[in-house]
T-cell receptor
């Protein structure tokens, strides 16, 4: 089983709809992240959370919200989806202070907003 | 300002050629970490290497090698004798301790290896 699981893998929705992308992890990491990938723009940070009571905006948080329901769960919501939110979304975790800290990514969610 | 710059957007090489992917970073932190990730056509992000700012030794892993030079703020990645399976998008990333270990990614280099 994957350590970082994103659901759904693909989603097609219409403009104005509310949608939620979910992420769960079994790595026991405190830190979780949501990134968005667009062609030519790399990965851009939307929101991040360093523990259950901590939520921080990233580079491109407008139009998004998050919820850290538990250490293992970090959800990303689009309250009213718009076409330019069509992108590949990645959830990631990390464990700072370890000798080999790095980002562990989920498999991604391809979102299309029509 | 972009903290990580990957100036090469797309590169094409013929199989068995060597190829170097450039990465230039910007930080005022004295303790930081540099990474390379690979994204094959299937879309997942695969960790390749992590290097801390105090370790400037070059590293070789099979056909892959990394050249870290603090003097030029570069962390370049070379693939020797490229293979079709190396075709992917490669991302360089920086993590700074003074920003709580946030990760900053470059825009990626798309490598195509032609058989």
């Amino acid at each position: 089983d994957a350590d970082v699981t994103q659901t759904p893998r693909n989603r097609i929705t219409k403009t104005g709809k509310r949608i939620m992308l979910e992420c769960s992890q079994t790595k026991g990491h405190d830190r979780m992240y949501w990134y968005r990938q667009d062609p030519g723009l790399g990965l851009r940070l939307i929101y991040y959370s360093f523990d259950v009571k901590d939520i921080n905006k990233g580079e491109i948080s407008d139009g998004y919200s998050v919820s850290r329901q538990a250490q293992a769960k970090f959800s990303l919501s689009l309250e009213s989806a718009i076409p330019n939110q069509t992108a590949l979304y990645f959830c990631a975790t990390s464990d700072p202070g370890t000798a080999n800290e790095k980002l562990f990514f989920g498999s991604g969610t391809q979102l299309s907003v029509l | 300002a972009q903290k990580v710059t990957q100036a090469q957007t797309e590169i094409s090489v013929v199989e068995k050629e060597d190829v170097t992917l450039d990465c230039v970073y910007e930080t005022r932190d004295t303790t930081y970490y540099l990474f390379w990730y690979k994204q094959p056509p299937s879309g997942e992000l695969v960790f390749l290497i992590r290097r801390n700012s105090f370790d400037e030794q070059n590293e070789i892993s099979g056909r892959y090698s990394w050249n870290f030079q603090k003097s030029t703020s570069s962390f370049n990645f070379t693939i020797t004798a490229s293979q079709v399976v190396d075709s992917a998008v490669y991302f360089c990333a920086l993590s700074e301790t003074n920003t709580g270990n946030q990760f900053y990614f470059g825009t990626g280099t798309s490598l195509t290896v032609i058989p």
